[in-house]
């Protein structure tokens, strides 16, 4: 769509980024509570987002539209950037304070469901149904129960948990009355009940399941590297629903065709084709599609909260969950 002809009854034009279509009730309803036009386009590339936000004041976005410096400096009218979702990485914070652009997200309306995922990865892999159904699916039983015979009864595996947020931390209090161990890095977190707090190098050394639930920032990328993914158990599991690029992804692929991990649970990936053919060569990969947030429940409150967000800015009231730059976070103490 063209940004600047959907503008022409001037109200403020709210786009939705197409990868958060279609359309429902919820966004229809921010023009039923104040004068806008909601628009769905796509901003996929720095291309589609000069031309179709030209003239846009809001928009909601997707995990991955790059909302950066060049972006902001191509959209003079932007004034609000709602994330319908956790991470915002994909948005340059500082970039949108400095050319006076307000940023939220909605942090608290999937914990369950991206947990429940990671529950889910790590409690299959371990136990090998995923790699059992494959090999079921091509009538190999010999392969299924090869996949079984590997695992350890889950009261006593360890499992480390890479990042105790809110999600990370919701995942110990699941997992812990399932395994026999829970182990937990996280350079904020002291204590966490029923777990130990260790170093993420002891982490690693010692668990029979990884679970990886860090935002993405320049302190995280490639956080889990090659050096870490080489201290691993024989046979561990990593399973990782926060954001790909905080695992060296080709340390981890070739630790899978070596047989140096014994699975992976992706839920977010970079390549996802790369990951593809290493199981169709018989690696024990399952992947979710960036699918942990979704459910049922989760859908309604993220489209709800990031509706009621663009109803407050737009009335001139201040959205709840707005983001701020670390420096200015900290400036502000
Ligand atoms: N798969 C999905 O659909 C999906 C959905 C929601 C969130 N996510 C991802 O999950 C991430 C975590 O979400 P959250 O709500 O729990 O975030 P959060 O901010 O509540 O928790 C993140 C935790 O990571 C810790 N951390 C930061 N740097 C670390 C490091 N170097 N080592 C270990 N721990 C570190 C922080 O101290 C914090 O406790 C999000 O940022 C997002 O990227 C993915």
């Known amino acids: 769509m063209n940004g600047a002809a959907a503008n022409g009854a001037n109200l403020p034009l709210v786009l939705l980024s197409d990868r958060l279509a279609p359309l429902t ?91 429940d995922q990671a529950l889910t990865l790590v409690l299959g892999l371990l136990r090998g149904v995923f790699a059992a159904d494959r090999a079921m699916a091509q009538g190999r039983l010999d392969v299924a129960r090869a996949a079984v015979d590997r695992g350890l009864p889950l009261g006593e595996c360890t499992v480390g948990v890479v990042g105790c947020g809110r ?9 812990r009355g399932v395994v026999g161990r829970v ?20 982490l690693m050394a010692n668990s029979t399941a990884v ?22 158990l024989p046979g561990a599991v ?9 695992v060296d992804e080709a340390a981890l692929a070739a630790a899978v065709r070596s047989g140096a991990v014994g699975g992976v649970g992706l839920d977010v990936v970079t390549d996802e084709d790369a990951w593809r053919e290493i199981a169709v060569a018989g690696g024990n990969v399952v992947l979710t599609g960036h699918t942990g947030a979704r459910g049922a429940r989760s859908q309604e409150t993220l489209r709800r909260t990031c509706a009621q967000q663009v109803v407050d800015f737009l009335s001139g009231r201040t959205p709840n969950h707005v983001v ?5 976070a900290r400036a502000e103490g």
């Open 183 to 202: 182990v937990v890095a996280d350079p904020y977190v002291r204590e966490v009940g029923g777990a130990d707090v260790v170093p993420l190098s002891e």
């Open 167 to 175: 999600i990370g931390h919701r995942f110990v209090e699941k997992v």
């Open 25 to 115: 009730s919820w966004e229809e309803s921010i023009a039923e509570q104040v004068p806008c036009q909601i628009v769905v386009a796509s901003l996929r590339t720095h291309e589609e987002i000069a031309r179709n936000a030209a003239t846009a004041q809001v928009v909601l976005l997707g995990a991955v539209e790059p909302f950066d410096e060049h972006a902001f400096a191509e959209l003079p009218e932007l004034r609000l950037v709602a994330r319908r979702g956790v991470g915002t990485d994909n948005v340059d914070v500082a970039a949108a304070e400095r050319h006076g652009v307000l940023v939220t997200n909605v942090p608290d309306a999937s914990v369950e469901e991206v947990s």
């Open 324 to 328: 701020r730059a670390l420096s200015t």
């Open 238 to 246: 990593v399973v990782n629903t926060s954001r790909a690029e905080v």
């Open 211 to 232: 679970s990886v639930h860090v935002p993405l920032s320049e302190g995280t990328r490639g956080l889990l590297d090659a050096t870490l993914i080489g201290q691993l």
